[in-house]
């Protein structure tokens, strides 16, 4: 089984991501790689979400569910 980056294509090997043929009949299985990952959380942090915001969702999040034990 292949591991293929969803964004950029290149497949998983023993020394690193790296362009190459894929034989699609061998079975794939899709993840993202480490620069693509990168890339992805820059975006989203451009974009979508500061970390402040995220904390805060989280904050809230769990007091609505009634703190899972968590809430102090
Ligand atoms: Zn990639």
Known sequence: MKTVCCACRR?????GWKEEAVDHFMGITYGVCPDCYCIALEKIRANYATDRDCENMLIARRNES???GLAG
């Open 66 to 68: 009634g703190g899972l």
């Open 11 to 15: 497949a998983k090997g023993s020394v």
